[in-house]
């Protein structure tokens, strides 16, 4: 039987714009707005790529995007408490900027997006890792959970209007162009092959997911975590009922499946027979169903968490299957906002299934806008039209405090103290080191361990020497 508690994280990057109202300035261009948002990190760090409180990386990536990279996480729930604390940590940068532009002179308002698409089509992206076995060939992986993720985007897909006016399921499907590679930029994969554990190398490699949506449903985001959680275990365990195909073109396949609203397109595979997105993902479930009356639980996810996810999953599939997503559009993102778009849509006099209009494409943008008060997601969601999992405080609280059950709480406990005592240090995914008055580092290669008597060493070194980083 595998073992199923696992460390997973999520890559956000966030798209940011600024208006100003009201005045002759000029709008600032987003390199502008970023390096405003961005002034009190590097005043107080002397950088622009950190380890916050919470244990999680945050920077500003190429592009000018704000990325948060959650701290190491070993459960469903409290994977999605710390997604969230990532947006509120960036919303208090924005809040922040505003504030600062203001005594400038300069009325500013800061829109953040958690979204994959800017205007000009460009992608940018959200990222899973999932730490797994060294043993296990990731490539053979990889092409063994193709064929599921080119198909997940029918139950986690944020949805998107199309350049030519459709309703598309996912925003990252026109945007991927292979199916494995060490690429992820120069030619995005859906797997990217990059041999970075950020662990014992010789026990643990990192399972870099590129191809999925930004989620702002906290439902959603648990389905798409969850369901692959449950296909991985399966994989590892060498469960018999998983489904064994290939598409014998991925590329169109994504593509098709994404177009495609009913799930029923007939996909081609590598055997000269056809499926349909939908069918195969009622296979991957009946698996997972099936693996769950299996499952032990050693720690991490439970099952009651997983429960609920075959549970979504399967309502899901349902919807799609009737073309009824009522049951749906409080829980997944492309249902949520089909349901907005449609609402408007009618009283614009468009075509069936055309959804190029102005107004339209603003609503589409809109439901990503993470500012409260503003974004048309966080507004359904004080209005209880959107299910949460997380409660305002938990997030609130996993904003200065990282996940107590992993490696991350050694590096938050370790940020506190030498930020406490103002002493040199510097850290990363593996070490802790603090520069003076002699070099002292730890290497943290376990990333289940959440206590470590090197790290207790570490904080009594700090105290012993608090006088030697105190200003003359």
């Not at 990217?192 to 590129?210: G, K, M, S, V």
């Not at 599939?317 to 349901?339: F, P, R, S």
Request: charged fraction near 20%; aromatic fraction near 6%; hydrophobic fraction near 35%.
């Amino acid at each position: 039987m595998t073992h199923t508690r696992r460390i997973m994280g999520i890559e956000t990057e966030y798209g940011i714009t600024a208006t100003t109202p009201g005045t002759a300035n000029h709008p600032l261009s987003p390199d502008e707005i970023a390096r405003v948002l961005f002034r009190p990190i590097n005043h107080q760090w002397g950088s622009s790529n950190i380890f916050t409180h919470n244990a999680s990386r945050l920077y500003l990536d190429v592009g000018s995007h704000p990325e948060i990279a959650t701290a190491e996480c070993d459960n469903l729930t409290q994977l999605i408490t710390y997604d969230r604390a990532g947006d509120e940590i960036i919303n208090n940068l924005a809040t922040q900027a505003e504030q600062t532009l203001k005594t400038e002179g300069i009325n500013t308002n800061v829109y953040l997006f958690k979204n994959n698409l800017d205007s000009a089509g460009n992608s940018y992206g959200c990222h899973e890792n999932y730490l797994i076995d060294r043993k296990i060939v990731l490539k053979t992986l990889g092409h063994t959970l193709l064929p599921f993720l080119i198909t997940r985007q029918l139950i986690c897909g944020a949805g998107n209007i199309s350049p030519d006016g459709t309703y598309q399921f996912s925003q990252r499907a026109d945007h991927v162009w292979e199916g494995v590679s060490s690429a992820t930029t120069r030619s995005r994969p859906i797997i990217n092959t990059r041999d970075e554990a950020h662990a014992d190398t010789h026990r643990y490699r990192r399972l870099h997911i590129i191809v999925g949506d930004s989620n702002l449903a906290e439902p959603t985001l648990a389905l798409k975590i969850g369901s692959t959680t449950l296909i991985l275990e399966m994989i590892e365990a060498g469960f018999p009922n998983l489904p064994h195909l290939e598409f014998a073109n991925n590329m169109a396949a994504i593509r098709t499946i994404s177009r495609d609203l009913t799930g029923q397109t007939p996909i081609p595979t590598t055997t000269g027979t056809t499926t349909t997105a939908l069918e195969l993902q009622q296979r991957y479930l009946d698996a997972a169903t099936e693996w769950l009356t299996h499952r032990e639980e050693t720690g991490g996810t439970t099952n009651t968490e997983l429960t609920h996810t075959l549970n979504l999953w399967h309502t899901t599939l349902n919807a799609i299957k009737t073309g009824d997503i009522t049951t749906i559009d409080h829980d997944i993102d492309w249902a949520i906002k089909l349901n907005l778009l449609t609402t408007y849509h009618t009283t614009l006099g468009l075509k069936p299934h055309n959804y190029n209009h102005p107004k339209l494409h603003q609503l589409n943008l809109a439901y990503h806008d993470i500012r409260p008060g503003r974004g048309l997601h966080r507004l359904l969601e004080t209005k209880n039209r959107i299910n949460r999992i997380t409660t305002p405080e938990t997030v609130t609280h996993a904003t200065t405090n990282p996940p107590p059950t992993t490696r991350a709480a050694l590096r938050g406990t370790f940020l506190h103290h030498a930020t406490y005592h103002h002493a040199p240090f510097a850290v990363d995914w593996l070490r802790l080191k603090i520069n003076q008055p002699e070099p002292q580092i730890v290497e943290l290669t376990d990333p289940f361990a959440n206590t470590d008597p090197r790290v207790d060493d570490l904080i009594k070194y700090l105290e012993t020497h608090s006088h030697y980083y105190q200003e003359p």
